[in-house]
C-alpha cells in the first residue's frame, strides 16, 4: 500500500491518497485549494523513508507538497514466553542506548545500527520473527562497534547468572578475534 499525504506550506492542512495494488482500490487526492483532482508533479526528491512531491493543480494552477511513503506491515515480535507484541523501534534504539552508555559512540552510530537491524528483519519478509532473532542481530551489530556495549547487552539479554559465565562470554569474544 502506498501512502501520499499532501501538506500546504500556509497551515496544517492534510490531505491524503492511498492506493492499493492488489485490490485496485484508490481513494483519490484533491487540491487542497480548489478540490480538482488532477495534478501534475513539478518535482521529486528522495527524503530518506519518503519521496516529496511538489505538484501543481490543473484547474487553480495552486502548488502543494505530498510525501509518499510505502507502508510496512505490522511485524510482531514472539517474546520468550511466547506473547506476541509490535515491533518497536523505540524500544530497539533504547535498548541498544543503555548499552552504548558512557562509550565513545555517537547517537549518529547507534540510530544506524538500529536502522540496519530493522531493516534485516523487516528484509526476512514475515509477519512474526522470534525475539531471540532480534537479539542476535543486536549481538552481532555491537560486537563489531564496541566490545563492552557487547558485555552489557550480552550480560542482560543472555541473563548472565555469575561472573564466571560472564568471564566465558569473554573469553569467547577475545576468540573470535583472534579468529577473525
Known sequence: MIHHYAL???GFCLHYFSGDRETGERTIM????CGG????????????DAIHRRRECEQCKGRFSTYERVEKTQLMV??????????????????????????PLSVNEIENAVEEIEQEVYRQGKQEVPGSVI???????????????????????RSFGDVETMFEEIQNLLNREKGE
Open 135 to 157: 537479539g542476535e542481530l543486536v549481538m552481532d551489530r555491537l560486537r563489531t562497534m564496541d566490545k563492552i556495549a557487547y558485555i552489557r547487552f550480552a550480560s542482560v539479554y
Open 8 to 10: 500546504l506550506r500556509q
Open 37 to 48: 483532482s488532477e495534478s501534475r508533479v513539478k518535482d521529486s526528491r528522495d527524503v530518506g
Open 78 to 103: 514472539i517474546k520468550r514466553d511466547q506473547r506476541r507484541e509490535p515491533f518497536d523501534r523505540q524500544k530497539l534504539f533504547i535498548g541498544i542506548s543503555k548499552a552504548c552508555e558512557k562509550r
Open 30 to 33: 484533491k487540491c487542497p485549494f
